[in-house]
């Protein structure tokens, strides 16, 4: 089992930056990949981006790119989302997940392991 705890959300005004961070406990070198998805009210959960855990490879969804930057820090078992130029849009409770099998995915149920989310909340 891997545990996953996000922290680093709130409010922001539009234009404004957050880090989130991901802690990753528990069968940790089994994680190939990390990932943080979204889901805003009443819409469907969303891949926003990814991390291989050993070569730090990145992928990103096409409506962040450029604003949203993956990365992790592989010592202490932690993802991070460092999101800027941040707005109203961004607004969504923010998922971290890891997935053990090695390919690369979007899909939501590709992951094995989920946080319990955080919430970002971006004022216009």
């Known amino acids: 089992q891997v545990q996953l705890v996000e922290s680093g959300g709130g409010l922001v005004e539009t234009g404004g930056s957050l880090r989130l961070s991901c802690a990753a406990s528990?069968?940790?070198?089994?994680?190939?990949?990390m990932a943080w998805f979204r889901q805003a009210p009443g819409k469907e959960r969303e891949f926003v981006a990814s991390?291989?855990?050993?070569?730090?490879?990145?992928y990103y969804a096409d409506s962040v790119n450029g604003r949203l930057t993956i990365s992790r820090d592989n010592a202490k078992n932690t993802a991070y989302l460092q999101m800027s130029s941040l707005k109203p849009e961004d607004t969504a409770v923010y998922y971290c997940?890891?997935?053990?099998?090695?390919?690369?995915?979007?899909?939501?149920?590709?992951?094995?392991?989920w946080g319990q989310g955080t919430q970002v909340t971006v004022s216009s």
């Open positions: 997940a890891a997935r053990t099998a090695a390919r690369i995915t979007i899909i939501v149920a590709n992951y094995d392991y």
């Open positions: 528990g069968r940790t070198f089994s994680v190939y990949a």
């Open positions: 991390i291989t855990w050993s070569r730090g490879i990145t």
